[in-house]
């Protein structure tokens, strides 16, 4: 990966007080283009999680190649319809909120937009619950746990869908299009062991993790294959959805799925440095001031906190990108308010001078900025808000 020279992005933004975030639109669209040429001629649904900026999505999905929209909240997914963003919404993870629920099934065109995840009975049984029995039909789509278990002794992968086997799949599908007010029209299956997993971090288990992605994919291509089968048999499924930024490859390649998602290749956060598969250019940064020198080769910066979800681990901090060879304190950390990195690039740092950071999950930076200065060709061409800069919070 070249990294480009700090002074661009310096001089780019020299009129703005730190802390703020940038997006590098350059690198946003090459990566949009990497991700289609990766899908190989399957559409690919933009995960708004991993972007969470309307304006940014709204690019994504003007491009060939993108077609609709993963939400993670049903919530979320109503905004984008007012919005207009896409007529074409699929939400992710199922919803027990009856609020959204209510306003869901009282909005015929949110009713043809939106679709709704199930994995048991029990979701359908939250719906009736917050609107009653009586609603016009709600679009729902299946999931099935992608996870892989060898042997049926272990289970890699996230946890998600109680449906693995196709006769799971097959029985839940033929409850959903026996009862009442609800429309199954679309399969997803998520294996993030393979999307969502590095295989190229430089450690020794990198070739074990490769051969166990080989051995997941196969299992689930023909475990897919069979559920697709089974379930159109009970209902005419208007798509299939599979993979992630990680997987675009594999999982487009199977002849049952329609449509992949992705959305953190987009904008290349630390997590995705590790793949043999694909190395997104760093489209999203975000610059904190030096605010103390307590040593010659340290640099104190303010702010920067900015913790990934998930393990707690290094892997989930923050990194330090420009100037290159800066390195976090490993007592400290990136902190509350403020920020140690260390290195020879330290000795010429000065007070009020910028360290340019990468968060280590796609989405997650914008939770924490309410606007991203949009950089091309070594300016600021324009700034956008993100969620929180439009004053929503989905949780």
């Given at each position: ?16 007080d730190p802390p703020f975030a940038v997006i590098d639109l ?118 099935l746990d992608a996870s892989w278990r060898p042997l049926g ?243």
């Open positions: 990966m070249t990294s480009p020279d700090a002074a661009i992005y310096d001089q780019a933004t020299k009129d703005l350059a690198a946003f669209d090459d990566n949009a283009d990497d991700l289609v040429r990766r899908a190989n001629g399957t559409p690919i649904r933009l995960v708004s999680k991993s972007v969470r900026c309307r304006y940014l999505l709204e690019r994504a999905l003007a491009k060939p190649g993108f077609a609709g929209l993963m939400c993670y909240s049903l919530a979320e997914a109503l905004w984008h319809v007012e919005q207009g963003t896409s007529d074409d919404i699929l939400v992710a993870y199922p919803t027990v909120d009856h609020g959204a629920l209510r306003r869901l099934v009282a909005d015929d065109r949110a009713r043809e937009i939106v679709t709704i995840m199930v994995d048991s009975v029990e979701h359908l049984d939250v719906v009736d619950a917050a609107v009653g029995h009586a609603h016009g039909d709600v679009r729902v789509c299946l999931e002794l272990v289970h890699v992968g996230t946890r998600r869908s109680p449906v693995f086997t196709v006769r799971q799949a097959a029985e839940l599908a033929r409850k959903v299009v026996t009862r009442k007010g609800f429309r199954l029209v679309g399969l997803m299956a998520y294996e993030g062991q393979i999307a969502g997993f590095p295989d190229a971090t430089g450690s020794r288990t990198d070739s074990a993790v490769r051969w166990m992605q080989r051995k997941s994919a196969r299992e689930l291509a023909r475990r897919r294959a069979a559920t697709v089968r089974a379930v159109r048999a009970v209902a005419d499924l208007e798509f299939v959805n599979g993979g992630g930024s990680g997987s675009l490859e594999t999982t487009g390649a199977e002849r049952v799925v329609t449509e992949v998602a992705a959305g953190s290749g987009l904008i290349g956060s630390t997590l995705f440095d590790s793949y043999t598969r694909f190395r997104p250019r760093p489209a999203a940064l975000f610059a904190l001031p030096v605010v103390h020198k307590p040593t010659n080769n340290i640099a104190t910066l303010f702010s920067g906190g900015y913790i990934a979800s998930g393990p707690p681990s290094a892997s989930r901090q923050p990194s330090p990108y420009l100037p290159s060879g800066l390195k976090l304190l490993s007592l400290e950390g990136a902190g509350e308010v403020q920020t140690p990195v260390r290195g020879k690039a330290a000795r010429d740092l000065r007070l009020g001078d910028r360290v340019w950071l990468r968060h280590a999950k796609a989405g997650e930076l914008a939770e924490r900025f309410t606007h991203y200065h949009v950089v091309v060709d070594g300016r600021v061409e324009r700034t956008v808000p993100t969620y929180r800069g439009e004053h929503q919070n989905f949780g």
